[in-house]
């Protein structure tokens, strides 16, 4: 990696992510878009059993989070021999969480569903997709190692190929086992839960054919003698813990959300879910970025080169704004076209289109929080970051509470929580950046 980390890098990085993201996205895109042609009970459980199920993905993702910012810093100091070990400590504890995690998914939910979900319908039509949606979770940890891997050392374009196969494996599987086609079975809502397994598998396949044709294992010392090591996984824990808890409580605070918007009514429930799919591709280039923000941050650390973190987290900072900006203007400007994508039930549009405007501001303060966030995490102070998130999440969820209970405001009063949420991540993880408590901090 060059000495000036310069916009082309930066770019380098961050496109095949923001590429893997797009096809990430194709999934839930086509879930909601098929679903959405099944009824607003099957699209409506498709989106509380999608985030319930992100919401426990997220501890694995958040542990990758820790396994990533250490790859990128032991590469910075050149101990090549000491990832290898960091992945396979991860592998061991990917592999334990992934086994609670299926417990909670295919035995807890419902009990947990039962207890705050108001439509009976929609209660069932979320337990049927978690019955299958369940099994997926062992592979997409797996995949979660191997992202990570390949993010901390910089080389993501594995990424974008292995995000588009599942893409692309999932939207014939949701046609076939939605729809019944070909003499497929018509399975629903759990057809799409089952295609999301499947492909989830494929790319797991695609993961590990890749690293032994194309890494060199020997130079990093990569899936030789796994065993447990208390030290090293301790150290990994370090790191790693606070991401975990953040990226869990983040997305259960999400769920909740919907959980109040359900108490609105279904219709409410059902434009929530489509606005939530373009949402996610209003994210789409904000996570690629922020990503790269996350292992170049920490890069420059591990060279001694903290003087340096903000002029970088600067250049990012401006890609990621300008990028969503592009989407935002295409939002306001053909909001019709955007949600006739999802529905043909002209309730819905006319519902969704203050909606989509809402959040379309949202992901404006987000194309700047989210950059200012991971900065922090990159530094390595990942305890500092789950505290800013924990304490932004509050205000944000009791926002939410007001508007919906206190306020009896609409669907897109709700969704201004996300100006809220936005807003405080920015100037919160700026003033911490901004003071320089961070520059001398080892991992």
């Not at 170049?296 to 704004?321: A, E, T």
């Amino acid at each position: 990696m060059e000495k000036n980390i310069s916009y082309k890098k930066i770019w380098q990085v961050s496109y095949p992510i923001i590429l893997g993201s797009i096809a990430q996205n194709l999934i839930n895109f086509t879930d909601t878009a098929f679903l959405g042609r099944v009824g607003e009970v099957a699209l409506g459980g498709g989106a509380l059993g999608g985030i319930f199920y992100l919401a426990v993905f997220m501890l694995g993702l958040g542990f990758g989070m820790g396994e990533q910012i250490l790859v990128a810093r032991r590469l910075g100091e050149n101990h090549f021999k000491e990832i290898g070990k960091i992945v396979n400590q991860s592998l061991i504890f990917l592999l334990m969480l992934a086994l609670v995690a299926f417990i909670i998914l295919r035995f807890g939910s419902e009990w947990i569903l039962g207890n705050y979900v108001q439509s009976q319908e929609v209660k069932l039509s979320t337990a049927a997709f978690l019955d299958f949606r369940a099994y997926g979770i062992f592979f997409a940890f797996i995949n979660v190692l191997y992202r990570s891997l390949y993010v901390g050392l910089a080389n993501t374009k594995i990424i974008t190929y292995t995000t588009f196969l599942l893409a692309g494996v999932n939207i014939i599987l949701d046609y076939l086992l939605i729809f019944g086609h070909f003499g497929f079975p018509k399975m629903g809502i759990s057809g799409a839960a089952l295609a999301s397994v499947i492909a989830e598998i494929s790319a797991m396949i695609y993961f590990i054919i890749y690293t032994h044709i194309k890494l060199d294992r020997k130079k990093y010392e990569l899936f030789r003698k796994i065993k447990f090591e208390k030290q090293r996984m301790m150290r990994l824990l370090k790191v790693a813990t606070p991401t975990m808890i953040q990226q869990f409580v983040s997305l259960s605070v999400w769920f909740v959300f919907f959980l109040f918007v359900e108490k609105l009514g279904e219709a409410s429930l059902a434009v929530s879910n489509i606005i939530r799919s373009i949402y996610v591709l209003l994210m789409v280039p904000i996570w690629g970025f922020a990503t790269a923000s996350n292992t170049l941050v920490s890069f420059l650390m591990g060279k001694g080169r903290s003087n340096d973190v903000m002029k970088l987290i600067y250049k990012i900072l401006i890609l990621s704004f300008g990028s969503v900006l592009l989407i935002v203007i295409g939002g306001f400007i053909f909001p019709k076209a955007f949600l006739s994508v999802y529905t043909n039930n002209t309730v819905l549009i006319s519902m969704g289109i203050p909606v989509l405007k809402v959040v379309s501001i949202g992901a404006l303060f987000l194309s700047i929080g989210f950059i200012f966030f991971s900065g922090v995490a990159g530094t390595g102070k990942t305890n500092i970051s789950m505290l800013i998130e924990f304490l932004v999440l509050t205000i944000y969820l009791f926002y939410t509470h007001a508007v919906i209970f206190s306020w009896h405001g609409d669907v897109s009063m709700a969704w201004t929580a996300e100006w809220v949420y936005g807003f405080l991540m920015s100037f919160i993880s700026w003033i911490y950046l901004k003071s320089g408590k961070w520059k001398t901090y080892k991992i």
